[in-house]
């Protein structure tokens, strides 16, 4: 059974830093392009981040330059590494398959910056 588990959110003023964490299980993570999505209030969930099975990531214009996406494929785990925070940046954040599957949408975690 797939489970996708994101972590890691919080509260966070404008300017710093928070890590999101992304537990995948069910066999789907290794050879598989995984991406970093998010939701604000009102939006339409977007993609924000990928990575390929190897290193080739790609990034929104939007966090181009404050985020960072990795993976440990050995521990099945995708990462989000956000600097450099923004207001705008509030938004529950989920991991998943790029393309998305249905399916595989966890709770995600919510990441809320204060000016």
């Known amino acids: 059974q797939v489970q996708l588990v994101e972590s890691g959110g919080g509260l966070v003023q404008a300017g710093g830093s928070l890590r999101l964490s992304c537990a995948a299980s069910?066999?789907?993570?290794?050879?598989?392009?995984m991406g970093w999505y998010r939701q604000a209030p009102g939006k339409q969930r977007e993609l924000v981040a990928t990575i390929a099975r190897g290193t080739s990531t790609n990034y929104a214009d939007s966090v181009k330059g404050r985020f960072t996406i990795s993976r440990d494929n050995a521990k099945n785990t995708v990462y989000l590494q956000m600097n450099s925070l923004k207001p705008e940046d509030t938004a529950v954040y989920y991991c998943?398959?790029?393309?998305?599957?249905?399916?595989?949408w966890g709770q995600g975690t919510q990441v809320t910056v204060s000016s």
């Open positions: 069910g066999g789907i993570f290794s050879f598989n392009t």
């Open positions: 998943n398959l790029v393309p998305s599957v249905r399916d595989y």
